[in-house]
């Protein structure tokens, strides 16, 4: 079964950096579609980074471009999310999704989260 852990989060003071991990069991992250996303409380569920079959292929909102950054590290099945001249609208709790071709259909599978909270 497919198991996406995140970890990295913490409390950061505005204007800090944190790097966000998220590993996989019986899934290799370096070949499947992998994403970031982030709920506040009281918000709907937002993309922050997505990145392609390909490490060139990424995208970002407009929110988030320019602070943070996708990455993945093959040999260690694993995907970061470095966060950079943090917000306060940046607090969240914060999953990563592959998207895995399963028989005939796409399917999302998601970690438990990892939370971030970004203040003085």
């Known amino acids: 079964q497919v198991q996406l852990v995140e970890s990295g989060g913490g409390l950061v003071e505005p204007g800090g950096s944190l790097t966000l991990s998220c590993t996989a069991s019986e899934l290799p992250l370096s070949t499947n579609p992998v994403s970031w996303y982030r709920r506040a409380p009281g918000k709907e569920r937002e993309l922050v980074a997505h990145?392609?079959?390909?490490?060139?292929?990424?995208n970002y909102p407009d929110s988030v471009k320019g602070r943070f950054t996708i990455s993945r590290d093959s040999a260690k099945n694993a995907v970061y999310l470095q966060m950079n001249s943090l917000k306060s609208e940046d607090t969240a709790m914060y999953f990563c999704?592959?998207?895995?071709?399963?028989?005939?259909?796409?399917?999302?599978?998601w970690g438990q989260g990892t939370q971030v909270t970004v203040s003085s």
């Open positions: 999704s592959v998207n895995v071709f399963v028989a005939t259909e796409w399917v999302d599978y």
């Open positions: 990145m392609g079959f390909t490490d060139d292929s990424t």
